[in-house]
């Protein structure tokens, strides 16, 4: 049976977001979401069900990147949300690509959080 490509989205999604529950050991989760302009990323703490940092390309810091779906955009985001993680208290998260392959703009981001300080 053919499923539709959200419905194969929110499974791939809730996969990679099950493995991930088996290894946190409990630390924060740096999860992120990418649309066809601008991506989004953020640092969640699921024990409290709250949201510690948050950086996307729309922001007004951002402002030179909103609407390039490009690496640097995504490198920024990653760095300004590494920041905000660390200016939280957070240093350990486990990335959540969400249904996305790690590559592109998806693996720009990671990269340049790593290099910001967040281990993971």
Same mark, same amino acid.
């Given at each position: 049976? #053919? @499923?539709? %490509?959200?419905?194969?989205? !929110?499974?791939?999604?809730?996969?990679?977001? &099950?493995?991930?529950?088996?290894?946190?050991?409990?630390?924060?989760? /740096?999860?992120?979401?990418?649309?066809?302009? %601008?991506?989004?990323?953020? +640092?969640?703490?699921? +024990? =409290?069900?709250?949201?510690?940092?948050?950086?996307?390309? /729309?922001?007004?810091?951002? #402002?030179?990147?909103?609407?390039?779906? %490009? @690496?640097?955009?995504?490198?920024?985001?990653?760095? /300004?949300?590494?920041?905000?993680? @660390?200016? !939280?208290?957070? =240093?350990?998260?486990?990335?959540?690509? &969400? !249904?996305? /392959?790690?590559? &592109?703009?998806? @693996?720009?981001?990671?990269?340049?959080?790593?290099?910001?300080?967040?281990?993971?």
């Amino acid at each position: 049976m #053919a @499923k539709s %490509n959200q419905e194969a989205l !929110a499974r791939r999604r809730q996969r990679v977001r &099950g493995r991930l529950k088996k290894v946190s050991e409990g630390r924060a989760r /740096l999860s992120v979401f990418r649309s066809s302009q %601008n991506i989004y990323a953020q +640092v969640i703490d699921d +024990v =409290e069900g709250r949201t510690l940092a948050a950086a996307s390309t /729309l922001e007004a810091d951002l #402002a030179s990147f909103k609407g390039k779906r %490009n @690496k640097d955009a995504a490198a920024a985001v990653g760095k /300004l949300v590494a920041e905000r993680a @660390k200016a !939280a208290g957070v =240093e350990q998260v486990y990335f959540d690509r &969400g !249904a996305y /392959l790690f590559h &592109g703009r998806v @693996k720009a981001l990671a990269d340049a959080a790593r290099e910001a300080g967040l281990q993971f």
